[in-house]
């Protein structure tokens, strides 16, 4: 049972639902986390920069281990270390935010390979395209529930009951990572080098035709998605407190929904969206608001509908989208 291609796509699934969770945990918490933890909310740039550094270094290196320790283990590493570097946000403030985001991108790097490694000696040549889609919706899950859950864990815990409720998440999950060694251990070689197969993805790069530029393309785009994510909450909440953005609804949907006050946004890695959820500062000012919802609607040719943003520090009757 857990060693059919079902079970280990959900498991995957939510291994990097999960990673990705704990990667969005500061740049949704920055707001109120970052000066706690003695540091400018701006900087929360570095912070991702810190994580993703560390996944690129771990995902370049990891085939060895996966080799070695199978790829249940690694899974189960990846998630142990995304909870010691929440751990560490809390006991060691500033300091264990450094060393966790390198942890988290540790875990985050080592995710993907793993899941790979898994699903593609599962997975049936002609449903191999479908199931790896499938396993990549964990990013925007991941992402979502980062958007839909911190903010109310935090408004009811504190920033630190937030992050301390992941951690326990992963810890847990890590744990239940355990069922699945045995089912996916078949390739494991308890003797293989950790180093083995370091450079396979640049020699990838320079002999197959079209691989660099699909590559470069890829870090283009990520490049963007994350330098757009770890900003988006900080700029909606520190620097446009006092603006009020109206809707801009387009002609084929009316507006549907209000935001209440004291909500704020958290920016979601989904096409075009922001997931909104109650946010409370700790200023005395009402909270201010921030959603976007620009979804497609199918048809012949690209349709959206939705407004573009709205922001009210204490919307009027009548704003929303």
């Known amino acids: 049972m857990l060693g059919g291609l079902g079970a280990a796509l959900a498991a995957t699934t939510a291994a990097q639902a999960?990673?990705?969770?704990?990667?969005?945990?500061?740049p949704v918490l920055a707001p109120i986390?970052?000066?706690d933890l003695g540091a400018a909310p701006h900087w929360i740039g570095w912070q991702v920069a810190c994580v993703y550094l560390a996944a690129s270094v771990t995902s370049m290196l990891s085939a060895g281990a996966l080799r070695r320790f199978g790829s249940a283990r690694c899974t189960q590493l990846a998630l142990a270390a995304a909870g010691l570097a929440c751990l560490g946000v809390l006991a060691a403030g500033l300091a264990g935010a450094v060393l966790g985001s390198f942890l988290i991108g540790f875990g985050y790097g080592l995710t993907?390979?793993?899941?790979t490694e898994v699903l593609a000696r599962l997975a049936p040549p002609r449903r191999r395209n479908m199931v790896f889609a499938v396993k990549q919706t964990?990013?925007?899950?991941g992402g979502a529930l980062a958007g839909l859950l911190l903010p109310s864990l935090a408004a009811g815990l504190g920033w630190r009951g937030a992050v301390l409720a992941v951690a326990l998440l992963l810890l847990l999950a890590a744990l239940g990572f355990g069922a699945f060694h045995r089912p996916w251990a078949a390739e494991r070689d308890p003797a293989a080098r950790?180093?083995?197969?370091?450079?396979g993805g640049w020699r990838a790069l320079r002999d197959q035709p079209g691989m660099a530029g699909l590559a470069a393309?890829?870090?283009?785009?990520?490049?963007f998605q994350l330098a757009l994510g770890a900003y988006t909450v900080t700029m909606l909440v520190e620097e446009s407190a006092g603006a009020r953005w109206r809707p801009a609804p387009s002609r084929r949907s009316p507006r549907r929904w209000a935001p209440r006050p004291g909500w704020a946004g958290a920016w979601s890695p989904m096409p075009g969206a922001t997931v909104c959820g109650p946010w409370r500062r700790s200023a005395p000012s009402p909270s201010p608001v921030a959603c976007c919802c620009r979804w497609p609607w199918p048809g012949p040719r690209p349709r959206w509908s939705g407004c573009s943003a709205c922001w009210a520090a204490a919307p009027p009757a009548g704003t929303g989208c």
């Not at 999960?18 to 500061?26: E, N, S």
């Not at 964990?138 to 899950?141: A, N, S």
């Not at 950790?194 to 450079?199: E, I, K």
């Open 18 to 26: 999960l990673a990705t969770l704990t990667v969005f945990l500061l």
């Open 33 to 35: 986390a970052a000066r």
């Open 112 to 115: 993907n390979p793993a899941a």
């Open 138 to 141: 964990g990013v925007p899950i």
């Open 194 to 199: 950790l180093g083995a197969g370091a450079g």
């Open 217 to 223: 393309i890829s870090a283009l785009y990520s490049g």
